[in-house]
């Protein structure tokens, strides 16, 4: 396979992590997180790990450009060298001019495309057992009496971050930061809008789809 190199874009809840999954698995290659490197820089004490340490310590966001450094070393590893994917950056269009001003070529970025209204409903509904974790969802998967787990009889709960308030803030802080992005990709010709489906399947094949597209232009 040709040097894959993926990011997938998507507002909170339109799917794109499970769809990263999938992707990953399928061609071989590793999703990057920018939380889990971070964590591994500072755990392996690397020069970009120690300057991100000195601003988790006090509580503080780490800085675009040690973000950047520490991509930077995880890219260089073995298991990057047929290509990756990166999830949670760039979140800013700056992020992704630093992306460039680092050599990074990317070759396919997936938008996966759901309505805000439709992700308010998916996120707002799910429910999950606080006792054994296991998730349900109002409309489309409710436990038997839709109060109760059906595993362990626990009663469910909404996680705060499932709440409509904060879905809609989260939403927006999507369309102002991050939803720029794809202007900026677009211009670069790498861009490909996937339509999210009802069914995760329907949403796969057309993920793939699009991604094959891609691999056949590079």
């Known amino acids: 396979m040709k040097n894959l190199k993926l990011i997938f874009l998507g507002a909170p809840g339109a799917g794109k992590g499970t769809q990263s999954d ?23 004490n690397t020069e ?17 450009e040690v973000v950047i450094g520490i991509i930077g070393e995880r890219l260089a590893k073995d298991d ?25 070529k990317i070759n396919c970025v997936v938008s996966i495309e759901v309505a805000d209204d439709k992700i308010v409903e998916r996120m707002s ?3 999950v057992c606080a006792k054994c974790g296991a998730s349900y969802h109002v409309a489309y998967k409710p436990s038997q009496d839709g109060v109760t787990c059906d595993k362990c009889g626990e009663t469910l709960s909404i996680r705060k971050d499932d709440a409509p308030e904060v879905v809609l803030d989260r939403l927006t802080v999507y369309h102002n930061q991050t939803e720029p992005l794809k202007e900026f990709y677009g211009k670069k010709g790498v861009l490909s809008l996937v339509e999210g489906q009802e ?9 793939l789809k699009a ?3 891609a691999i056949a232009k590079i």
Not at 86 to 91: A, E, M, Q, S, T
Not at 199 to 207: G, N, R
């Open 22 to 44: 999938i992707v990953a698995e399928k061609y071989g290659i590793p999703t990057i997180s920018t939380g889990v490197m971070i964590r591994e820089a500072i755990k392996n």
């Open 48 to 64: 970009m790990g120690l300057a991100a340490k000195a601003y988790t310590e006090k509580g503080a966001l780490v800085p675009d």
């Open 80 to 104: 990057c060298k047929n290509g990756f994917i990166l999830d949670g950056f760039p979140r800013t269009v700056p992020q992704a001019e630093a992306l460039d001003n680092m050599g990074v």
């Open 125 to 127: 509904g799910r429910r």
């Open 199 to 207: 069914e995760v399947q329907d949403t796969t094949a057309l993920t």
């Open 211 to 213: 991604i094959e597209d």
